[in-house]
């Protein structure tokens, strides 16, 4: 039996992959994938990934208040319910996915997941995006959920939490070191997003021939605001509203307030500050080329490079800056 961990990365079409799977488990099902309902949330298995997630836990009082078990206890109680699923529906592949499970953990972490699984044939599959894209898409989303403050301070407070940062290797990495680099897929968001349907991209790259790969799939769920509702939303977000009242104001504008296309550039930072955090991204992106892609491309990611102004005078970015300090 084969296992298939879809890790994320985050803004990368990961919520509408998971609940179009989630929707569709019956044909899923039919074809000899089980997308289990085993520690669903939000149609993602964020329930599993949580059990030895440093953090995540405390995202869902309401389901760990009761339990009295250690998180490797409850990952290999919940392992043993899925595997028995898939027994029990005949299914030759299972299929996990939780963005709980992107991110660079202890050894322990990786080794009760292969445990609690221990028999399966283990495979990882994830999306990446251009750091740039993907850290501005990332900063927006907060200020969708309440962030107030400009994307350089955000920035600088996040990427020095690894690997939160340009570093996605040091996510990819553990998965590779433990299961093979051929056991890990690594797909881009220019392949599969911008070019077409992450939904179907995914469970292409699952290669299972009897899929549903035909069926209607959500395009987006969490949409992007247009750079002027971006600066109505942090101003509400700053201001000395009740948070009940800059709710209400945030889901209005959300709703009614023009939207970025997907695939459309985000500028809200300059040019010269994206090619510094591509810069800092280059050990990165060059182990990911050289471990994971199997096509022979040349380059990681195929969207032109963001063009530098002439300058005599060398860039100093916050997000070099706030590596180095």
């Known amino acids: 039996m084969r296992l298939v961990l879809h890790i994320g990365a985050t803004k990368t079409g990961s919520s509408a992959f998971q609940r179009h799977c989630a929707a569709e488990a019956p044909a899923l099902r039919e074809a000899g994938l089980l997308y289990p309902d085993v520690g669903l949330a939000a149609g993602a298995h964020h329930l599993v990934a949580a059990a030895m997630h440093p953090t995540a836990r405390g995202l869902h009082k309401a389901f760990f208040s009761s339990m009295d078990r250690s998180g490797p206890e409850l990952l290999h109680q919940m392992a043993g319910e899925i595997i028995g699923a898939a027994d029990r529906a005949g299914a030759e592949h299972i299929l996990l996915s939780s963005e709980y499970l992107w991110g660079r953990f202890s050894d322990v972490f990786y080794e009760e997941w292969i445990a609690a699984f221990h028999g399966l044939d283990v495979e990882v599959v ?137 695939g459309a550039p985000i500028d809200i930072i300059p040019n010269e500050e994206k090619l510094a955090l591509l810069d800092e991204a280059k050990r990165a992106n060059a182990y990911i080329l050289q471990t994971f892609m199997r096509d022979g491309r040349e380059k990681l990611f195929s969207k032109p490079w963001p063009a530098a102004k002439a300058s005599a005078q060398p860039v100093t970015s916050f997000a070099l800056r706030s590596r180095r300090s």
């Open 126 to 262: 994830a999306i990446i995006r251009r750091q740039d894209e993907w850290a501005q898409s990332a900063y927006l989303q907060g200020v969708k959920n309440g962030l107030a403050e400009p994307f350089a301070d955000w920035w600088a407070r996040r990427s020095a939490q690894p690997p939160f940062g340009a570093q996605f290797d040091e996510v990819l990495r553990p998965w590779a070191e433990r299961l093979g680099a051929d056991a890990v897929t690594v797909l881009t968001y220019d392949d599969v997003v911008e070019r077409g349907d992450a939904v179907r991209a995914l469970l292409a790259a699952l290669e299972i021939d009897d899929l549903p790969l035909a069926a209607g799939a959500p395009r987006v769920v969490n949409p992007s605001p247009a750079a002027g509702v971006v600066e109505l939303l942090r101003t509400t977000n700053a201001s000395s509203l009740p948070d009940a009242a800059k709710a209400d104001i945030r889901r209005i504008v959300l709703k009614s307030g023009e939207h970025r296309p997907v």
